[in-house]
């Protein structure tokens, strides 16, 4: 993989959004960032690259994922109709002006920050706390049925580092309880909408070591569509706009970071530290919705201390994506 064999297979937007375009004027697509965070930068900056990318009218709403008992009790969030309970509407339109020190963890002024899309987006996706797909499969269908409602033509979720994939460290000790997995378990389950999976940067969230990500590109097979360079693109453009308003440890500074150095490797400065590539945080990689997700039975031993190191760095500094 130091070789960048996982480069040889691109990825091109405006192809896959061809069969989605065809005689239409315009098309509806939902994009989630996955673990809320600055996973909404990366949501809209997907949404501006297929903007760019056909010529058709491309109508976006942007979702990102938070904690449901928080905005459940909160009156400020109104629910966004009655058929989506868990779907909160901002308490504001106005967009967020932020700035490096700009103390967001446990709110939604990252996602305040972002340019208002389609339905006054960015939506809160208020999801449950330390469930599964497997202990509550009943809460995983209702809110794949919600998303539904929307109609959108197609759906794309976004992700920074990747821990969707491969676990991560940011969960109750279940990969499967991790935000952005269970998230991407939703997404999985939506009904007739076809659905890709997008990841920015590989191991730009600091989560997963070289090792397991390298693994986890290896086992995805046909299930890896490709990649595409964030250099040059409307993702690396949006991601300009809010890089001064930014920590330097914030993911998508980690991608920019990246994008000025011609090194072969790159040590990520959060969370694991993980040396890798400088490609896996120069480029999007896009998986079907069937890839196979890492959890225990692909670990090693390695790996699980690896999450126990992880966790005790992310919780005790609470790095945000």
């Not at 963890?105 to 990252?110: E, M, N």
């Not at 969960?171 to 890709?196: A, K, Y």
């Not at 330097?248 to 530290?273: C, F, H, P, Y």
Request: net charge neutral.
């Amino acid at each position: 993989l130091m070789k960048n064999s996982h480069l040889k297979t691109k990825f091109d937007f405006s192809s896959f959004l061809s069969p989605y375009t065809n005689n239409k004027k315009e098309i509806q697509i939902g994009i989630i960032g996955l673990g809320g965070g600055c996973d909404i930068i990366s949501a809209w900056a997907v949404g501006e690259q297929c903007k760019k990318s056909t010529s058709c009218q491309v109508r976006i709403t942007l979702f990102n994922c938070k904690s449901h008992y928080r905005y459940n009790k909160d009156s400020s969030y109104k629910t966004f109709n009655d058929k989506t309970p868990h779907v909160f509407r901002l308490p504001t339109t106005d967009v967020a002006q932020l700035n490096p020190k700009s103390i967001t963890y446990g709110s939604t002024l990252v996602s305040q920050s972002v340019p208002r899309q389609n339905h006054e987006s960015p939506l809160i996706l208020g999801l449950p706390k330390n469930i599964t797909y497997k202990s509550d499969p009943q809460t995983i269908d209702e809110i794949a049925k919600e998303l539904s409602t929307f109609k959108f033509d197609v759906v794309i979720g976004v992700d920074a580092g990747g821990d969707s994939a491969t676990g991560g460290v940011d969960h109750s000790g279940d990969v499967e309880t991790g935000r952005d997995r269970l998230m991407l378990r939703i997404c999985r389950e939506l009904h007739q909408i076809p659905f890709i999976h997008i990841i920015l940067g590989l191991c730009s969230d600091g989560e997963s070591s070289f090792d397991l990500m390298n693994r986890f590109l290896i086992s995805a097979g046909d299930d890896y569509l490709g990649c595409f360079p964030i250099q040059n693109s409307a993702v690396e453009d949006c991601f300009l706009k809010m890089n001064s308003k930014l920590a330097q440890t914030r993911t998508i500074n980690i991608i920019l970071n990246a994008l000025k150095d011609n090194s072969e490797t790159r040590q990520v400065q959060r969370g694991l530290s993980p040396i890798v590539p400088t490609t896996y945080l120069t480029h999007g990689y896009v998986f079907s919705s069937s890839v196979h997700l890492f959890g225990p039975k692909d670990f090693t031993k390695d790996d699980l201390m690896n999450v126990a190191k992880g966790r005790n760095a992310f919780f005790g500094d609470h790095i945000a994506t």
